[in-house]
């Protein structure tokens, strides 16, 4: 019920980095996958990168190789490490625990008012 809160976001050049942080709380945080997604003007919410409890990640296409999220259990919070940014990056990043008994992976709880990332020379 309680959103995570979002930070790291701002202003940065093409080629640039960017580290995100997800806050959660709670003592169900560790169990938890948590997503960040990211939504451009104009365009649908797009889920970029997810990790379980285990550690395990996944990443959309576009951000491979460029992007990794990590999570450090004992300050309850997601990372997104930001690399070799690109305009078409620009977006308000997310983050927020993910239900993954069923397909595709469904969003849980409420949303956080997400943090700016603006990518331009």
């Known amino acids: 019920q309680v959103p995570l809160v979002e930070s790291g976001g701002g202003l940065v050049q093409p080629g640039g980095s960017l580290r995100l942080s997800c806050a959660g709380s709670?003592?169900?945080?560790?169990?938890?996958?948590i997503g960040w997604y990211r939504q451009a003007p104009g365009k649908q919410r797009e889920l970029v990168a997810s990790?379980?409890?285990?550690?395990?990640?996944a990443y959309v296409d576009s951000v491979k190789g460029r992007f990794t999220i990590s999570r450090d259990n004992a300050k309850n919070t997601v990372y997104l490490q930001m690399n070799s940014l690109r305009p078409e990056d620009t977006a308000v990043y997310y983050c927020?625990?993910?239900?993954?008994?069923?397909?595709?992976?469904?969003?849980?709880?409420?949303w956080g008012q997400g943090t700016q990332v603006t990518v331009s020379s």
């Open positions: 990790i379980n409890s285990g550690g395990g990640t």
């Open positions: 709670g003592s169900a945080f560790s169990a938890n996958t």
């Open positions: 927020i625990t993910l239900r993954t008994n069923v397909h595709p992976v469904t969003p849980f709880g409420s």
